[in-house]
T-cell receptor, first 114, second 112 residues
Framework: DTAVSQTPKYLVTQMGNDKSIKCEQN?????MYWYKQDSKKFLKIMFS???????INETVPNRFSPKSPDKAHLNLHINSLELGDSAVYFC?????????????FGPGTRLTVT | GQSLEQPSEVTAVEGAIVQINCTYQ??????LSWYQQHDGGAPTFLSY????GLEETGRFSSFLSRSDSYGYLLLQELQMKDSASYFC?????????????FGSGTQLTVLP
């Protein structure tokens, strides 16, 4: 009964490769996110989708491409991986509500580019 | 743009009370959230303040002053398991009010 799940948990790959990270939420939320957390623990939003529609697209290299096949899934594809892409990537979800704002995070995917 | 400031590290002993401050600058402010993250884990939600005042949830309380662009997280009766990073995050107009901008985090170490 995991709320937000991501696969894989660990990803080690070489520079120049293409990789994907998958995310699924079973909370019935309408919004999903991708965050990048660097080695200094700085957590920065990359993308957000609301009901399969892109609503946040921060300054991220276009090598990163999110895809949302339905509102329960948000995948992240990364082309031509670079050393600087090494980080922990978190998927999250939330339900838009005026009075509260809780985001539920997945367990994270630790990406190491060598 | 947005900016948040919080102390990078705080150390306290078991049973003590600790306050983690957060000041922010943002346009179109909606609210301030707090998240806890243990090493190797995911951020987990602790609290959200949209209005001025104190919100209490068990041993944790969160305070907001919109006029001062300031908030804090208060942890009482500290336990070893409270050792973690604590992030404040503002919710603002970006992304149809669904966007959170996180501070750089405060590493709390609880000593026996």
């Amino acid at each position: 009964d995991t709320a937000v799940s991501q696969t894989p948990k660990y990803l080690v790959t070489q520079m120049g490769n293409d990789k994907s990270i998958k995310c699924e939420q079973n909370l019935g939320h309408d919004t999903m996110y991708w965050y990048k957390q660097d080695s200094k623990k700085f957590l920065k939003i990359m993308f957000s989708y609301n009901n399969k529609e892109l609503i946040i697209n921060e300054t991220v290299p276009n090598r990163f491409s999110p895809k949302s096949p339905d509102k329960a899934h948000l995948n992240l594809h990364i082309n031509s991986l670079e050393l600087g892409d090494s980080a922990v990537y978190f998927c999250a979800s939330s339900q838009f509500d005026q009075s509260s704002y809780e985001q539920y995070f997945g367990p994270g995917t630790r990406l190491t580019v060598t | 743009g947005q900016s948040l400031e919080q102390p990078s590290e705080v150390t306290a002993v078991e049973g003590a009370i600790v306050q983690i401050n957060c000041t922010y600058q943002t346009s179109g402010f909606y609210g301030l959230s707090w998240y806890q993250q243990h090493d190797g884990g995911a951020p987990t939600f602790l609290s959200y303040n949209a209005l001025d005042g104190l919100e209490e949830t068990g041993r944790f309380s969160s305070f907001l002053s919109r006029s001062d662009s300031y908030g804090y997280l208060l942890l009482q009766e500290l336990q070893m398991k409270d050792s973690a990073s604590y992030f404040c995050a503002v919710r603002d107009r970006g992304g149809s009010a669904r966007q959170l901008t996180f501070g750089s985090g405060t590493q709390l170490t609880v000593l026996p």
